[in-house]
Every structure is written in C-alpha cells, then in structure tokens.
C-alpha cells in the first residue's frame, strides 16, 4: 500500500508564491520518479513537473522558470515550489509517484486571485 499525502495549497494573490509538499509512505520503492499534476475545472489533468530518483527534472513550458520542483529522498517527500504565480495556475494539484503503476495523492487546491 503506497500512500501520497500533499499539503501547502491555499489561495495567492497573482505574483505571490507557494510551496506545495508530498510525503510518500508505505510499501514505496527506493526513489520513484514523483511529480505534480494539476486539473482545473473542465479541463484535463495535465502534468505540471516531474522528477527522478537521480535528480533529473522536466516542466511544462507554462511552468518553466517560475515552478521548482525538488525532493528528499530521505523524507521520501517532493516538492514544488511555485513563484510568480498567475490565476491561470488556479487548479488543484495532484502528487503522482511512478511505482510500477502510477499513484496519486488526494490533490490540494491552489487558487490564485488577479
């Protein structure tokens, strides 16, 4: 049983930041690609930043150079540091971890306000 649990959501204001947090527990491999997604209403759930048990990261381009997502590999916890946000990163925000099958957190809202 692998269990995702994120914290840090809430409501910004536009140019603000926020760092969200996912801590992984139970039967998890030894350092799994992890990530964030995010879905806002109507739309699909699209993926935000991932990173490898090694380090290596990818972003969306809407994300690209305002989103930073790190992990402790220690804590077996993920990151995603988000600055200068928009309302249009208004969504809630999934933690994923790739353990021969995808697992998901329960998502945490992120609300920006223009």
């Known amino acids: 049983q692998v269990r995702l649990v994120e914290s840090g959501g809430g409501l910004v204001q536009a140019g603000g930041s926020l760092r969200l947090s996912c801590a992984a527990s139970?039967?998890?491999?030894?350092?799994?690609?992890m990530g964030w997604y995010r879905q806002a209403p109507g739309n699909q759930r699209e993926l935000v930043a991932t990173?490898?048990?090694?380090?290596?990261?990818h972003y969306a381009d809407s994300v690209k150079g305002r989103f930073t997502i790190s992990r402790d590999n220690v804590k077996n916890t993920v990151y995603l540091q988000m600055n200068s946000l928009k309302p249009e990163d208004t969504a809630v925000y999934y933690c994923?971890?790739?353990?021969?099958?995808?697992?998901w957190g329960q998502g945490t809202q992120v609300t920006v306000s223009s």
């Open positions: 994923w971890a790739l353990m021969g099958y995808s697992y």
């Open positions: 990173i490898t048990g090694g380090g290596t990261t």
């Open positions: 139970g039967s998890i491999f030894s350092n799994p690609a």
